[in-house]
């Protein structure tokens, strides 16, 4: 699938640093400083195939494919784990799955090269900085098109920009990420091909966001004036798909529910291959909706799926069998994504006067030495060894261990200690009764219940896990996984939940993806979800909140590679001290893909199907 920026954090269910001298065109790809491109060589082992080329036929300017010529039709079969997409619109999906979706029928402005990391041209033709960095002159391709056949134009760009992100509908990842001094870039139109973006400052990520969805004003202008609560359920899951209006490579052909989604190939997509011919190659593209890992293994096994994320529990027997198969095992590196526990910080009320976490456990939970005790007790490496099979490695950081701003001193954590877990709950008053069952220091025994998503036999270990190892502590977890959708309805709207087993996507090249999880009014700022007026007035916010506000304020502001990992470095630092995060580890990702299809050339950050336009039955 082709890479995109992560414009905010996702549930999972890079910077260019510019050198400001003259106008920066990307109709070739952007050109890193020594030192991030070093820094990212060190993380992949894949050599580019070239650059897109920009081909002009009848008028309509196409981007040209660097792949194999292909042949036409065949279908490839996908899945994902769990109940299925939440919506369709991109512009309100808070889940990887739902953006999944969203991403293969509408494309943004740019887009990431899956080889390299650099920032390419998707639907624009070029972008160009000025010497002050601040203002981004954008032209799009003559000729792109809905799939309702009207033009798509610099209308649609600023109408996007300047009403949907800045105005706050759907998900505000894209807005509270793209703010600079709490302003954001401002999008004008000056003729039907040509846009311009304006910074306040220099903010060294806004090049990778221009990979927003572009979306059709024709259509949308009318649901915007209807209302925010219209706009969110615009285009959902019970949408007809001859509904929509796309731009993407794929459109929606059918969504049953709990069964698969499936899509079609658009026939007037904007890409075509060496010979002129159109893409995608393929016909359909299904998605079929399992319940758990291990159903999503069986269906790979019989043949129903293409390709498969292999869990450490299977790398093994898989590996032994690829030899007589028909399938080939790619190993990727370590994952981009991040495995963690949080608790529920939250000191606040919900509208009928209820606190959303129980006084007594807010108590517990926003106890700095607790939480440090909980993170020293998780034994990080026999979760590595027996979950992973060994196929990962623990995690410490904020940042993926692919991360070119992973800070290198806080890789490595500290060792597992029960010793300095008991010395730290003593520091603040807890202590344990005859039968070894920790008490705070009014008494209260210490129990609080803890979720993963249902399905996600990973996940479900890894509660298994921490419920185990936090009973060594005197510690009762009470670990229920529940339905995905249902969870994230927990940590984003009702709040009424304890702690978390959770994975969210990153990005190994920009920190400020993260933002709307460290800032203290971002859409998955989790573990102090503030809702109506302490969100608005800042209240019930801790100075290390404060100083991951700031911190991410002005890292994003700073050019300079060696720099701006100073402060990215330093809120990693403020993560290790106050765990309002507990990171456990990071998987390898390790693939199998069936060798019926060609083009299949997976890399780090592009995964398998980086190029999926490109991919077409032998």
């Known amino acids: 699938m082709k890479i995109k920026n992560l414009i905010g954090y996702t549930f999972f269910a890079g910077i260019v640093v510019l050198i400001l001298t003259g106008i920066l065109h990307i109709d070739k790809p952007v050109s890193y400083k020594d030192q991030e491109t070093a820094g990212f060589a060190k993380k992949i082992d894949k050599k580019p195939l070239g650059e897109f080329k920009t081909v002009e036929i009848n008028g309509r300017e196409y981007r040209q494919a660097r792949g194999k010529i292909g042949t036409y039709g065949g279908e490839f079969c996908n899945s994902i784990i769990g109940e299925g997409p939440k919506t369709f619109n991109p512009w309100n999906s808070k889940d990887a799955t739902s953006s999944q979706m969203a991403d293969l029928m509408f494309d943004g402005l740019v887009s990431t090269d899956a080889y390299t990391g650099k920032v390419i041209p998707l639907m624009a033709k070029s972008v160009e900085i000025d010497k002050t960095g601040t203002i981004y002159t954008v032209t799009l391709r003559k000729g792109l098109k809905w799939s309702d056949g009207k033009p798509v134009t610099s209308k649609d760009v600023v109408f996007t920009w300047n009403t949907i992100v800045a105005g706050g509908y759907g998900n505000t990842s894209a807005r509270d990420n793209a703010l600079v001094d709490g302003k954001m870039p401002e999008a004008t139109a000056i003729d039907e091909l040509t846009v311009k973006f304006t910074t306040s400052k220099p903010f060294a990520p806004f090049l990778r966001q221009l990979s927003q969805s572009i979306a059709p004003k024709h259509i949308l202008e009318p649901v915007v004036k209807r209302g925010k609560e219209a706009f969110n359920s615009f285009w959902g899951v019970t949408t007809a798909p001859k509904e929509f209006v796309t731009s993407g490579k794929f459109r929606l052909a059918r969504y049953i529910p709990a069964q698969r989604v ?233 709040l009424d939940w304890e702690a978390v087993i959770m994975g969210l996507t990153g990005s190994p090249l920009e920190p400020h993806s993260g933002r709307n999880v460290w800032s203290s009014r971002g859409a998955l700022h989790m573990f102090n979800q503030r809702k109506g007026e302490a969100l608005k007035t800042g209240a019930d916010l801790r100075e290390w909140e404060q100083e991951l506000d700031d911190v991410f304020e002005k890292g994003s502001t700073v050019i300079d590679f060696e720099q701006r990992k100073k402060y990215y470095d330093r809120y990693q630092e403020i993560v290790w001290e106050y765990n309002p995060v507990i990171y456990i580890y990071s998987n390898l990702r390790i693939i199998a893909v069936r060798k019926k299809f060609a083009n299949i050339d997976p890399t780090p950050l592009g995964s398998a199907l980086h190029n999926l336009e490109e991919i077409y039955v032998k």
């Open 262 to 494: 499936e899509f079609t190939r658009n026939p007037d997509y904007y890409m075509i291959d060496k010979q002129g011919q159109k893409l995608p190659y393929l016909d359909k593209y299904i998605f079929y909706i399992v319940g758990d890992i291990n159903n999503q293994v069986l269906k790979f096994e019989s043949g129903q799926l293409d390709v498969l994320s292999l869990s450490g529990s299977n790398v093994s027997r898989f590996k032994e069998l690829e030899k007589h198969s028909d399938y080939k095992i790619y190993n990727l590196g370590p994952a981009t994504g991040t495995m963690f526990l949080i608790f529920n910080l939250n000191t606040g009320k919900n509208d009928e006067g209820e606190y959303y976490v129980d006084p007594t456990k807010q108590l517990w939970f926003n106890d700095k030495n607790f939480r440090k005790a909980v993170s020293l007790v998780i034994d990080r490496k026999n979760a590595v060894l027996n979950i992973l099979r060994g196929v990962g490695a623990p995690l410490y950081t904020a940042e993926s261990l692919s991360s070119i701003f992973l800070n290198e001193e806080l890789k490595d954590g500290e060792p597992r200690s029960i010793e300095k877990a008991k010395q730290l709950l003593r520091k603040s008053g807890f202590n344990w009764n005859e039968q070894g069952i920790l008490l705070d220091k009014y008494g209260n025994t210490i129990e609080f219940g803890m979720s993963t998503n249902a399905g996600n036999t990973e996940r479900e270990s890894v509660g298994v896990m921490i419920k185990e190892d936090l009973e060594e502590l005197g510690i009762k977890v009470n670990f229920k996984p529940i339905e995905f959708n249902v969870l994230v309805g927990k940590l984003t709207d009702s």
